[in-house]
């Protein structure tokens, strides 16, 4: 079993039931379907300071 986020209701949903343009997923877990607005936001963040440190910028000052 799959779940996914749906974002228009923010629901964890057990299988694609919604447009893929209106969840994120798959999770392996309802758990990590639930987190799914979290993770991407730490996933961002870390990518940004990644993206910072290799552009020669301090890491979260966004240059």
Not at 32 to 39: F, G, N, P, S, V
């Amino acid at each position: 079993m799959e779940f996914y986020y749906n974002l228009v209701t923010h629901q964890v949903e057990e299988g694609p039931q919604s447009r893929v343009e209106d969840r994120m997923g798959p999770y392996a877990t309802r758990e990590e379907a639930q987190r799914a607005l979290e993770t991407a936001r730490e996933r961002n963040e870390s990518w940004d300071d990644e993206n910072a440190a290799w552009d020669g910028g301090a890491p979260g000052s966004g240059a």
